[in-house]
């Protein structure tokens, strides 16, 4: 009964850590998405591409990437999702656009140059819907 106890307990703290590095690596992806005014270069980008207004997309898609550079590489698929989570609370989105949108946020990362990893991002685009 000692040994189940034990093992219970070794289980409980070792939970207790993972949860604990989870949620200070989420609160310090929250803390430089801020730094980088909530992605506001690559929610114009986001907006203007899936909107087929290509002319403007493209003068946003430099700042965006270099916003996405200074993220850390763990936190920039966060930061496009929120970049979406954003544009969708501001506007009002038929479900097609909302999907376009999230399409359009997931493949960002394959044409900034200067971005090494990831290269894209699987958002979770349909859970929204």
């Known amino acids: 009964m000692a040994k189940l106890a034990l093992l219970v307990a070794t289980f409980a703290l070792a939970f207790f850590v993972v949860n604990a590095s989870i949620y200070r690596h989420q609160d310090s992806c ?5 730094e980088e005014d909530n992605l506001r ?18 003068r946003h898609l430099d700042s965006c990437c270099q ?8 936190c920039r698929c966060d ?15 038929e479900r097609e656009e909302a999907q376009e949108l999230y399409k359009v946020a ?8 200067n971005v090494e990893e990831p290269r894209r991002c699987d958002l979770p685009s349909r859970r929204w819907f």
Do not use: P, T
Request: hydrophobic share 20%.
């Open 106 to 113: 997931e493949k960002i990362l394959q044409r900034c140059d």
């Open 67 to 74: 916003q996405l550079e200074n993220l850390e590489r763990d």
């Open 30 to 34: 929250q803390q430089q998405i801020r």
């Open 79 to 93: 930061g496009l999702e929120q970049a979406v989570k954003q544009q969708l609370e501001e506007g009002d989105w």
């Open 41 to 58: 270069y690559c929610q114009r980008y986001i907006e203007n591409e899936s909107s087929r207004r290509y002319n403007r997309a493209d």
